[in-house]
């Protein structure tokens, strides 16, 4: 299984950019996807997943200004993140699993992608 994740970069604060992540190798249309970031010298985080349904849970910080969508025909999540903040810098990862509640609670989750970077400048 792998997690393909684009759509990283650099941009001004107050901007915008899309994350995409592609699963290859089986299929989550029955799972959950979402992401994950992590800032230099801290843990990483949780942003946002979405199940099978639908059904969405974003951390706090990014509700609002992050919205998560998912093709399950293409096996593909987007990240659509406007109002972009300095704070918002992370290498972003891609993470799938069978069970939504792995990835909303970041336990035991099996499958991330490699990371992409985010930066936003002030």
């Known amino acids: 299984v792998q997690l393909q994740a684009s759509g990283g970069g650099l941009v001004q604060a107050g901007g915008s950019l899309r994350l995409s992540c592609a699963a290859s190798?089986?299929?989550?249309?029955?799972?959950?996807m979402g992401w994950f970031r992590q800032a230099p010298g801290k843990e990483r985080e949780f942003v946002v997943v979405?199940?099978?349904?639908?059904?969405?849970y974003y951390a706090d910080s990014v509700k609002g200004r992050f919205t998560i969508s998912r093709d399950n025909a293409k096996d593909t999540v987007y990240l659509q993140m406007n109002s972009l903040k300095p704070e918002d810098t992370a290498v972003y990862y891609c993470?799938?699993?069978?069970?939504?509640?792995?990835?909303?609670?970041?336990?035991?989750?099996?499958?991330w992608g490699k990371g992409t970077q985010v930066t936003v400048s002030s």
């Open positions: 979405i199940n099978w349904s639908g059904s969405t």
């Open positions: 190798g089986r299929s989550f249309s029955s799972g959950a």
């Open positions: 993470a799938a699993d069978p069970n939504f509640r792995s990835l909303l609670r970041n336990n035991g989750v099996d499958y």
